[in-house]
């Protein structure tokens, strides 16, 4: 469904080379976690996904077909939040639809039903600031499910959560994804969530980055993240990814 075929890309005049030669493809209906060192080019390369900036070198396919502009099939939760302050609940979620040129009366069942998706009945007409960290980043949630997209892109949606919540919005991802499977590039920096959410993990090099690893998690759904945080399989993984990212944020071979 996703694939990134040798993406390079640099910025500024210093040309920093944010990613270089990034391979990466995602099947349909799967949840691919991206886990790597601050700075390494995840957000950038979500970006260039989502067609909100070329790469300089490589290509991105979607469905088979190139990205070159921001597309309907293609939706994007961003890393601190992204909703439009001065718009209500009701507003932000409806946001995507309108821009696709949805007319308010033809949009009004499909933002309702994801209003009810997130729990957030009741509070249509509020404003971001008047919600909690948590109930924006489930307003960021059902924008980007409300256009339908056949792939969500989520740049550590879940990142500034407290762990409680992040646990609960987890739960919530995957209940939404069990009944909606889209594609998925989730990137976290959580190894937990990476093990708990992905079908399969992919571990970035430090700047310019690249795909180091890809690793099967291996793990049956549905899932019961209390279960698997207990399982051989879960310890395995989480020791063998804290080491590989150890190498790459302190060099060396991190012994
Ligand atoms: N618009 C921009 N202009 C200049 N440099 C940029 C721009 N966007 C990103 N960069 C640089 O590209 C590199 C990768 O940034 P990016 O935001 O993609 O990293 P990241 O992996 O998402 O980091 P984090 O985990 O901290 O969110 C960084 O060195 C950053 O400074
Ligand atoms: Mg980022």
Known sequence: MVAIKQVSKSFGASRTEALQACTLDVPAHEIL?????????????????DGLIRADRGQVFVNQTEVTAPRPDVAMVFQHFGLLPWKTVY???AYGLRVQGRADAD????????????????????????????????????????????????????????????????????????????????????????????????????????????????IARPRDPETVRRSTRYLELREHIWHQLKVEVVGGNGQ
């Not at 991206?34 to 970006?47: D, E, F, H, M, N």
């Open 91 to 93: 507003d932000n979620v």
């Open 107 to 218: 949009l009004a069942d499909a933002v309702s039903r994801y209003i009810d998706l997130i729990g957030l009945r009741g509070f249509e007409k509020n404003y971001p600031y008047q919600l909690s960290g948590g109930m924006q980043q489930r307003v960021g949630l059902a924008r980007a499910l409300a256009v339908n997209p056949e792939v969500l892109l989520m740049d550590e949606p879940f990142g500034s959560l407290d762990a409680q919540t992040r646990e609960l919005m987890q739960e919530e991802l995957l209940r939404v994804w069990r009944s909606q499977p889209k594609t998925m590039l989730f990137v976290t920096h959580s190894i937990d969530e990476a093990v708990i959410l992905g079908d399969r993990v992919a571990l970035m090099t430090r700047r310019p980055g690249r795909v180091k690893e890809i690793l099967e998690v291996g």
């Open 33 to 49: 976690c991206v886990i790597g060192p601050s700075g390494c080019g995840k957000t950038t390369l979500l970006r260039i996904v």
